[in-house]
C-alpha cells in the first residue's frame, strides 16, 4: 500500500506544477529590487529568485544579515565670489543589502547610528571632533543626519583671511550596520 501511495504521487507530480509556469508569468511583470544573482554581506554569490521577496520585505525578514551603510553628501547652497565661498551639504545615511552598495534595503528595525562630526579650521590647521549618534526608526532606505558648511574669506592673494572652516560627517563603527568599504 505504501509503494503503490508513493508512486501514484511521483507520478502526479508532474501535474501538480502544470500552471506554474502562467503563475510565474503574471508574478514576473511586477517588478521588484532584487536581482536574480545576489551577493550577500560574507560576498558569496547565491541565486535568488527575483519575483519572491522585494529589498524591502528582506530587510524585515532579516534574510541579508547586517544591512551596509554609506554617507552620502547632497551639497544643497552653494555661494561664491572672487572674496568667498559658503556651501551647504546635507548628510544622510542609507542602508544597502550588499557591499558593493548596488541593492538599497530599507531598516527592517530600530538601530543607533554612530557617526562623527569634525569641525575642522583651516586658518589654524586645527580639529575639533564629537562622537555622536542617533537612533533611526525602520522602515526608510535613507536618513537625513544633518547639514555640514564649508566658508572660507579670502584676501587679494587667494589665501585665506579671517575665516576658514568647515564641518562634516562620517560614519562610525556600530551594532547592527555595516559602515566598512
Request: proline share 5%; net charge negative; charged share 15%.
Amino acid at each position: 500500500m505504501k509503494r503503490f501511495f508513493l508512486v501514484a504521487s511521483l507520478a502526479l507530480l508532474p501535474f501538480a506544477f502544470a500552471c506554474q509556469p502562467e503563475l510565474e508569468a503574471s508574478i514576473e511583470q511586477e517588478a521588484t529590487a532584487v536581482p536574480s544573482t545576489a551577493q550577500s554581506p560574507d560576498e558569496t554569490l547565491f541565486d535568488a529568485n527575483p519575483n519572491a521577496l522585494s529589498s524591502g520585505d528582506l530587510s524585515v525578514t532579516g534574510l541579508t544579515g547586517v544591512p551596509f551603510a554609506s554617507m552620502e553628501e547632497v551639497e544643497t547652497v552653494r555661494y561664491q565670489d572672487t572674496w568667498y565661498v559658503h556651501v551647504e551639504t546635507a548628510f544622510y545615511v542609507t542602508f544597502w543589502a550588499d557591499r558593493a552598495r548596488t541593492i538599497p534595503i530599507n531598516l527592517g528595525a530600530t538601530l543607533q547610528l554612530n557617526y562623527l562630526s569634525t569641525y575642522y579650521n583651516y586658518m589654524y590647521n586645527s580639529s575639533m571632533k564629537s562622537n555622536l549618534s542617533t537612533t533611526l526608526q525602520p522602515g526608510s532606505h535613507s536618513y537625513y543626519i544633518g547639514t555640514g558648511t564649508y566658508e572660507c574669506d579670502y584676501d587679494a592673494g587667494g589665501n585665506p583671511d579671517h575665516r576658514c572652516d568647515e564641518t562634516y560627517y562620517t560614519l562610525r563603527t556600530g551594532v547592527g550596520y555595516d559602515a566598512s568599504y
